[in-house]
């Protein structure tokens, strides 16, 4: 996390104080936090009060799933929620209890589009929802992110991200990391890369920092490939240091594709060029996850791989991404 500053109102960083605290050390809040304390996303920041449903509203029915849900989901009264809290209800049931939740939320994403907004409540549960351990759990929460903001999964949600990418202004910051959670979702990917590699080598170290959440979120062999290039090569210890988070724990890389990873993290314990920060960051991505611990004993971490790489062995057991079942 960098350095914090003066917040530009008291009140407001006060109020945020407990909700910092508790997730400075999570991984994909972490990225949140960081541009919180830059002061870059005062939109995510407002405290947006979750107005009351309209009696209009209410009258719209949440589609039901085939099979009944257990008995503290109560689909009868969701469905008589608006849209918005529809969907934030939802969204913290599959926190804490992934089935049947995740089969609603996808059952109604497309008649939620259009009727959902970015708001400070939804903002909190989808931070939450990415550091779930489900992988299902951390799509529900994106796909969800994406309706927010009215981005179909269509080339036309790629360029207006690229525009707001390229238009300097904070918007750019999330429009990255939306990006890469496009491409995960097979909406151009190459193109989502190839915005996100570029911008990952940019002076500006807070659009890197955002170019290294977004490729996290794309989740593809080029992401992973270009997260090991930057853990080793970028200037800035804190890009350094959440490009191994990427690879380890963050966005929505899976636990087999993060096992690519590892034969080029052993090939970095040999780089004499590392200083010892960066090489103290590539033993703890390779701890984190193959579970092993060798501390920076290259030796004994290719003797212990030799013996536990039945998946590089097997790519077809592999998968490429994040499934929606």
């Not at 290259?298 to 077809?316: L, Y």
């Amino acid at each position: 996390m960098p350095p914090r500053v003066k917040a530009q109102n008291p009140r407001r960083w006060l109020s945020y104080l407990p909700a910092v605290a508790v997730l400075a050390f999570l991984s994909t809040i972490a990225g949140f936090c960081a541009a919180r304390f830059h002061g870059a996303f005062t939109k995510w920041l407002k405290i947006y009060p979750v107005a009351a449903a309209d009696a209009e509203q209410r009258t719209s029915e949440l589609v039901s799933a085939s099979q009944p849900g257990p008995k503290d989901i109560n689909t009868e009264e969701i469905s008589h929620l608006a849209p918005q809290q529809q969907a934030e209800r939802l969204l913290e049931l599959a926190i804490q209890q992934p089935d049947p939740s995740l089969s609603l939320i996808h059952r109604n994403l497309t008649f939620w589009r259009g009727h959902l907004e970015d708001s400070d409540r939804l903002f909190h549960l989808v931070m939450e929802a990415l550091n779930s351990n489900d992988p299902r759990v951390r799509v529900a929460a994106v796909e969800i992110d994406l309706a927010a903001n009215n981005l179909m999964k269509a080339p036309e949600s790629v360029q207006k991200l690229r525009r707001q990418i390229q238009s300097g202004s904070d918007e750019r910051y999330m429009a990255l990391w939306r990006l890469g959670a496009l491409g995960n979702r097979g909406v151009e990917p190459f193109e989502s890369f190839r915005t996100l590699k570029l911008y990952a080598q940019s002076r500006n170290q807070e659009v890197r920092f955002w170019a290294v959440e977004g490729l996290a979120m794309l989740g593809n062999r080029e992401s992973i490939d270009a997260l090991l290039d930057i853990l080793a090569r970028d200037p800035a210890a804190q890009i350094r240091q959440r490009a191994a988070n990427a690879l380890s724990r963050s966005g929505l890389i899976t636990g087999e594709q993060r096992l690519t990873a590892v034969p080029q993290l052993l090939n970095l314990l040999d780089d004499d060029s590392l200083d010892a920060a960066t090489q103290s960051l590539v033993c703890s991505t390779l701890e984190a996850i193959t579970g092993a611990s060798f501390g920076k004993n290259a030796a004994a971490w290719r003797d212990w791989w030799a013996h536990h790489d039945s998946r590089e062995k097997h790519p077809a057991r592999r998968n490429t991404g994040l499934s929606l079942a």
